[in-house]
């Protein structure tokens, strides 16, 4: 027969037992409630940290250019105006002007055309039927969905002919965001301007060219491409020109 002493003992020591281990369980099911949202945590994490790889790699939620302003008619080339250029080479005439339309796309608005400028001072004296034509090349590319800017700095040395020489790329300040002088050679230059979404190009070439009068006098050698560089402060001057006169 178990005395009181003894069975007190025997329940204390139950109850004891009982006291430690719904302590030790109460700690085990608080750690296991706590290991889910600890997966959910870096669950969305891992998450964030895809959409931003995403963002990176694939351009998700990417902004679209803004064009700031610029707007292209089909009259746009009829409105450049070059007052800087013709009045240090030759007066524009009339029929001077070669358009090759307006492109209108939901990613991209687009005008180019050509302008000839004379230069009617025979470069031999009268009678000799050579002179040197200019020509202003002009383009205006409006991009409404993708930033052209990387590629217009990757470009920056690519003309019509090929790659040229970093010494032949110099920035131009104050026009536009970013803007490029380009040299292809002595006869060719060009002025490209980056704003926003907006690429504008303004290209100047000479080439000389002889008139046929008919005497059946030879041409003989015609006089050499003039250095344009001389011409690249007039160019800047019409480009501000152009990129203010397409805002309105």
Not at 73 to 99: E, H, M
Not at 144 to 164: M, N, Q, W, Y
């Amino acid at each position: 027969m178990i005395s009181e002493p003894e069975m007190e003992g025997e329940l204390d020591a139950a109850a004891s037992h009982d006291v430690v281990s719904d302590r030790d369980q109460r700690a085990a099911g608080h750690l296991r409630s706590r290991r889910p949202w600890a997966w959910a945590l870096g669950g969305a994490a891992a998450a964030s940290a895809f959409w931003a790889a995403s963002v990176l790699v694939f351009g998700l939620g990417q902004q679209e250019p803004d064009i700031g302003g610029y707007r292209l008619t089909k009259d746009s080339c009829r409105a450049v105006r070059l007052v800087s250029l013709a009045a240090a080479i030759a007066p524009r005439s009339s029929g001077d002007l070669t358009d090759s339309g307006l492109l209108k796309h939901s990613a991209l608005d687009q005008v180019q055309c050509s302008i000839h400028l004379r230069d009617e001072v025979a470069e031999d004296g009268p009678g000799s039927g050579w002179s040197i034509d200019y020509t202003v090349g002009i383009s205006v590319a409006l991009h409404k969905k993708t930033d052209p800017g990387t590629e217009f700095e990757a470009l920056r040395r690519v003309s019509d002919l090929g790659v040229v020489p970093e010494a032949n790329v110099k920035s131009a300040p104050y026009v536009g965001e970013k803007a490029y002088l380009i040299t292809r050679d002595l006869g060719n230059t060009e002025l490209r301007v980056l704003e926003g979404g907006a690429v504008l190009v303004l290209k100047l070439s000479a080439v000389p060219s002889y008139l046929d009068d008919g005497s059946g006098e030879e041409a003989g050698d015609g006089p050499d491409s003039p250095d344009l560089s001389a011409y690249q402060p007039a160019m800047v001057n019409d480009m501000r020109d152009l990129m203010s006169d397409l805002k309105q």
